[in-house]
């Protein structure tokens, strides 16, 4: 397989001689390859975890991944979304993927959410993919949208139904 014999041979060293040649001198016009390669994305950092004896009355935005092991009273938005078993959210909650392990008094956005076994969720669940486990327990209706992070289609039908209100009690007085 390994043959000492070609690297020894004169004639390829001197054909491969003007090649180097060449590829030295264009070796420097290519480096924006080696600085390419420099700039490789950075590794994803960890998760932030919200230990147990947090509790959180407020909301919490990131664009990374979260875990939340302790109370949230607020809306939660993120890009992985990891809810623990001892973990008590209440309010809104859209992440891209969001896992339920323990409690949600909400409505759950993602475009792929999961219930695991010990998961409890009171409130609507919009999804684009869902997976229910055998023994979660959930309280609401289920609504598949094709982009279910996007609130402009949920805002709109609320804004209509406001302003015709609006409109109809200047008119009385």
């Known amino acids: 397989m390994f043959s000492k014999s070609k690297i020894n041979e004169p004639g390829p060293k001197a054909d491969d001689a003007p090649k180097s040649a060449t590829a030295d001198a264009s070796s420097s016009a290519p480096r924006p390859q080696s600085d390419f390669q420099a700039s490789t994305p950075k590794a994803k950092p960890p998760a932030s975890v919200l230990s147990p004896d947090l509790h959180i009355s407020g909301n919490v935005k990131t664009t990374g991944d979260i875990q939340i092991e302790g109370t949230v009273e607020g809306d939660i938005r993120a890009h ?17 993927d969001v896992v339920i392990n323990g409690r949600i008094v909400g409505r759950v956005r993602g475009l792929k959410v999961r219930l695991t076994a ?12 869902i997976a229910i486990e055998s023994g979660a ?8 949208q094709d982009d279910p992070l996007a609130t402009k289609g949920a805002a709109a039908p609320r804004a209509a139904a406001q302003q015709p209100q609006q409109q109809s009690a200047p008119q009385k007085g």
């Not at 992985?80 to 891209?96: F, H, P, R």
């Not at 010990?118 to 993919?129: F, L, M, N, Q, Y």
């Not at 327990?137 to 598949?144: A, D, I, K, L, N």
């Open 80 to 96: 992985l979304l990891t809810i623990g078993e001892s973990a008590t959210v209440k309010g809104e909650v859209m992440a891209d």
């Open 137 to 144: 327990h959930f309280e609401g209706s289920v609504q598949r």
């Open 118 to 129: 010990t998961a409890r969720v009171e409130g609507d669940i919009i999804h684009k993919t």
